[in-house]
């Protein structure tokens, strides 16, 4: 078979550049083509059909069952002494799948023969820094790098520096003890989860105890390890915030681990004895994972093997993100034995689908190889209009969370500036809206994109000309047949209408027959064998002359009062107001010449003619009528009265000037009297002087 690799090349870094400290996962680059070979990494559509019979949104032991099915269909049991390939050794396996290919990259030699076992560095677990082998594994020189990115040469050691086969799940629990060994069974055999591992984090401080987080570094019961091969820091033993003795492995080891770990609890799932001997135990994760828990294979099928901490190895995953080397490794096992794949490398999401399935929507093939967006969308199968009268309906909504239908979650919209979370009985005014769904998970809000909510008066449109659009209604002058050029929809379908004059339920045919006035109209479209019926519009008829209305101020003289005695109250009856012949007296004003408002209590003082209009304003606009006359008089009372004081005035008259005269003559007869007397009195002394 032809032999290449897909890989990460870093032609700025080589192993002759010992004095820069190299970056261990870096972008892969194509250096040779490795299409159809074990070096391939698979793309995604070639993944996700190996994850077929998952569908999207399966959690829980849903998915934990479906992945234990999947990932035990094609494997191969390997000899613990073997590897890549069924029989073969496992140290040779090694060379392979714990190669760093960024500092040895694959050379053309290898393409047509077999991949190098010697002069090439791979990373261990525990250790930061790769190893450079010489000879082999184990035996000879190796090198290192330090924290300077020099090359440091060492020689291995027996119990002291060397290399060990890792078992990242412990095999003491599930796949050790009893009648078989763990060196005959394949989950003791899993390349997956048989990682190269330095022999102090290996031996000395993992052992068996399961993992998890140190909570106190410097308390007595804690032990630090370091490493005999590179001098650096393997990680501490001690108490997590349980009580349980624990093993805390390096930062950079803390994702790798994790997903060892789900990869292990995934595919061991079940308890099946499957090969007679060769037993598959079930396996799980829990939080409460000790030294007194461990199993024999045979022993977990009535209980799986509780291996941990189950909430540390979530951290880990998510705080450690899965790496090229990573990749790459789980490619070059499945690949190269024909064996299987941890899915946990593939779609990091779906760790939490299956042991936090409360934190989780379930699995989602949005991202390969990497966390999945948190992003939160709806989106609708048809648009959302609804007329005002009608409930609405959100069930063409769709909200998927990370790709996975969420199902109906809470619908808000700013309703007048407010938020306002709508239900089906939620009623707004005409209008489009902007509404958005949110949705919590692991007590983290998401809140959506945002979809236009429509509401119309009427599924019924009614298409007018702007023409003859006088806001929400019509307006046309006389003369005129709108009806020709309206156009009607209902559910976005042609419709033929009838237009229907509301005030005495009859069709008008034809617009220009219509007089000047104000007209309530519907229109009736006739849909399938059902009648839908439009909402109340107003039709305003104009003159043609162009103005928009006549106020006009009649008086019936049989009923109105035109003449009015002093402090009569004014009476409106007998006068009507009409607005291009519409009859408006009830909403019109009358006005008197002084600007004062002719209310019913309004007293006619004086015997001046009053001049009153009508006044009456319309969009806006102030409308004057003609105007009349009313005279002020007085009444027969008023008359009787004012009479009386006359005849009273003119006898008192007539009284004095006959007194006057009575005096007068008296006078004179006085004055007669006396002169009588003198002439008397004068003849008297002349006759006594002749005397």
Not at 381 to 398: A, E, G, H, V
Not at 587 to 611: H, R
Not at 668 to 680: L, M, P, S, W
């Amino acid at each position: 078979m032809k032999i290449c690799l897909l890989l990460s090349l870093l032609s700025s870094l080589i192993i002759s550049n010992v004095g820069a400290t190299p970056t261990f996962n870096r972008p892969i680059q194509k250096a040779l083509d490795t299409t159809g070979t074990i070096y391939e990494d698979l793309s995604e559509a070639k993944v996700k059909a190996y994850y077929s019979d998952v569908k999207v949104g399966d959690k829980g032991e849903t998915l934990l069952t479906k992945l234990d099915t999947i990932l035990k269909k094609n494997i191969k049991k390997c000899n613990y002494g073997s590897g890549t390939s069924a029989n073969s050794k496992a140290w040779n396996g090694y060379y392979l799948t714990e190669r760093n290919w960024e500092l040895s990259p694959l050379e053309s030699s290898e393409l047509s023969g077999s991949y190098k076992t010697s002069g090439i560095w791979i990373n261990q677990l525990y250790c930061k820094s790769p190893l450079y082998i010489s000879n082999s594994i184990n035996s000879g020189e190796y090198k290192y790098l330090d924290n300077n990115g020099v090359e440091v040469t060492n020689t291995f050691a027996s119990s002291n520096r060397q290399i060990d086969r890792e078992h990242v799940f412990a095999k003491s629990y599930g796949f050790n003890g009893g009648d078989i060994s763990y060196e005959n069974l394949t989950v003791g055999c899993d390349p997956h989860n048989l990682h190269a591992g330095e022999h102090q984090g290996n031996s000395a401080a993992h052992n068996n105890l399961p993992y998890g987080v140190v909570v106190n570094k410097s308390a007595t019961t804690t032990t630090a390890y370091t490493s005999k091969m590179t001098g650096e820091s393997v990680g501490y033993t001690g108490l997590d915030k349980n009580g349980i003795k624990v093993y805390e492995p390096p930062e950079q080891d803390k994702g790798d681990i994790a997903r060892t770990c789900f990869y292990m609890a995934a595919c061991y799932h079940k308890y099946d004895e499957h090969g007679g001997t060769d037993i598959f135990p079930a396996l799980t994760l829990t939080n409460d994972s000790n030294t007194t828990k461990t199993k024999d294979v045979k022993q977990t099928a009535t209980s799986p093997a509780e291996y941990g901490q189950l909430d540390a190895l979530l951290d880990w995953h998510k705080a450690d993100p899965v790496s090229n080397f990573e990749i790459h490794r789980n490619n070059l096992i499945y690949n190269s034995v024909g064996l299987n794949r941890n899915p946990f490398i593939d779609y990091p999401d779906w760790v939490d689908a299956c042991f936090a399935p409360s934190k989780s929507v379930g699995a989602t093939f949005e991202s390969l190889n990497k966390f999945a967006e948190k992003k939160f969308v709806i989106s609708s199968s048809t648009p959302l209009s609804f007329r005002s009268d009608q409930n609405l309906d959100f069930s063409s909504i769709k909200f998927t969370f990370t790709g996975v239908d969420v199902g109906t979650q809470d619908i808000y919209a700013k309703v007048k500036g407010v938020e306002t979370k709508l239900t089906s009985t939620t009623k707004l005014d005409e209008g489009t809206y902007k509404i958005y769904a949110k949705f919590k998970l692991d007590d983290q809000s998401y809140t959506s994109n945002e979809l236009d909510l429509t509401i119309v008066s009427s599924d019924l449109k009614i298409n007018i000309p702007e023409t003859y659009k006088d806001g929400n209604d019509l307006k046309i002058k006389i003369g005129e047949n709108i009806i020709p050029q309206i156009t009607t929809t209902y559910k976005d379908n042609a419709a033929t209408f009838k237009m229907i004059n509301v005030d005495n339920d009859e069709e008008i045919f034809d617009t220009s027959t219509l007089q000047n006035g104000i007209y309530n109209i519907r229109f009736d479209v006739k849909y399938g064998t059902e009648t839908y019926s439009s909402g109340t519009y107003k039709l305003t008829v104009l003159r043609k002359s162009g103005n928009l209305h006549d106020l006009v101020l009649e008086i019936d003289e049989s009923k109105a009062k035109l003449k009015y005695a002093q402090f009569e109250k004014f009476d409106s009856i007998g006068i009507k107001v009409t607005l291009d012949d519409i009859d408006i007296t009830s909403t019109a004003t009358l006005i008197n010449k002084a600007g004062e408002k002719m209310t019913s209590d309004y007293q006619i003082v004086g015997f001046d003619k009053i001049e009153i209009h009508a006044e009456f304003e319309l969009d806006g606009i102030k409308y004057t009528s003609n105007s009349f006359t009313i005279q002020g008089e007085l009444s027969i009372v008023q008359i009787l009265i004012i009479a009386g004081v006359i005849l009273a005035t003119l006898l008192l008259l007539v009284i004095f000037i006959g007194t006057s005269k009575s005096r007068k003559k008296k006078r004179k007869q006085v004055k007669t009297f006396e002169n009588v007397v003198k002439k008397a009195s004068k003849a008297i002394n002349n006759n006594k002087k002749r005397r």
